[in-house]
C-alpha cells in the first residue's frame, strides 16, 4: 500500500483546515486507517482512527474539533481540522494498519502550522 497525504499547510488559530490520505495498491486486511501527528522533539501520537464498521476514536486533544472520515471508493481518507490551536502543529501523518500482516504502512507526512 502506498500513501499520498495532502493538505494543511500554515493556518491562524481558529480557523479550519483538512488533509488527504489517497492510498494505492492492494488494501486487501486492512482494517484500521487513522492520523498521526509528530511535534519537534516529541514522540508520534495518535490523532485519530477508524476502523471496521465505522468505529472511531480520537485523542483527547482533538475531540469535538476533528473529524476522521473516509471514502472506500476513492481509496481515500481524511481528516476535518476545525478550531485550530497553536498546539496543533505538526508533522501529520496518515496511517493504513494491515491487521492480516500487522503492518503499518505511512504517508509521507503533511506540515501543518498553526498561528496565533
Known amino acids: 500500500v502506498q500513501l499520498q497525504a495532502s493538505g494543511g499547510g500554515f493556518v491562524q488559530a481558529g480557523t479550519s483546515t483538512a488533509l488527504s490520505c489517497v492510498a494505492s495498491g492492494t488494501v486487501f486486511g486492512i482494517n484500521r486507517m487513522g492520523w498521526f501527528r509528530q511535534s519537534p522533539g516529541k514522540k508520534r501520537e495518535m490523532v485519530a482512527t477508524m476502523s471496521g464498521g465505522n468505529i472511531t476514536n480520537y485523542a483527547d486533544a482533538v475531540k469535538g474539533r476533528f473529524t476522521i472520515s473516509r471514502n472506500l471508493t476513492k481509496m481515500t481518507l481524511y481528516l476535518q481540522m476545525d478550531n485550530l490551536r497553536p498546539e496543533d502543529t505538526a508533522v501529520y501523518y496518515c496511517?493504513?494498519?494491515?491487521?492480516?500482516?500487522?503492518?503499518?504502512?505511512w504517508g509521507q507526512g503533511t506540515q501543518v502550522t498553526v498561528s496565533s
Open positions: 496511517n493504513f494498519y494491515n491487521a492480516v500482516s500487522g503492518t503499518d504502512f
